[in-house]
């Protein structure tokens, strides 16, 4: 069992920045990827950014060059920063964790982009 808990959203200008944390806990040791999904008002969730065991990262095309995922295994966390940020980014952030059975998810975080 993965139990992940998400931080760090909130209401920021458009062209802001935020940084999301993503903490575990539980059998870490079975995570093989992490990641980010989206889901805004309307639209369905829609995978944001992943990054593998191994490091390697994988970006929506309309967040390339602006978010970074990263993790820190000293920490069990993962982090999500959001830099230039627009209104369409504008949604319910989910951190979640993939084992080779199970996906696990935390319970998402509201970013809103708005002047």
């Known amino acids: 069992q993965v139990h992940l808990v998400e931080s760090g959203g909130g209401l920021v200008q458009p062209g802001g920045s935020l940084r999301l944390s993503c903490a575990a806990s539980?059998?870490?040791?079975?995570?093989?990827?992490m990641g980010w999904y989206r889901q805004a008002p309307g639209k369905q969730r829609e995978l944001v950014a992943a990054i593998t065991s191994g490091g390697s990262t994988n970006y929506a095309d309309s967040v390339k060059g602006r978010f970074t995922i990263s993790r820190d295994n000293a920490k069990n966390t993962m982090y999500l920063q959001m830099n230039s940020l627009k209104p369409e980014d504008t949604a319910v952030y989910y951190c979640y964790a993939g084992t080779s059975t199970v996906v696990y998810w935390g319970q998402g975080t509201q970013v809103t982009v708005s002047s």
């Open positions: 539980g059998s870490i040791f079975s995570i093989a990827a």
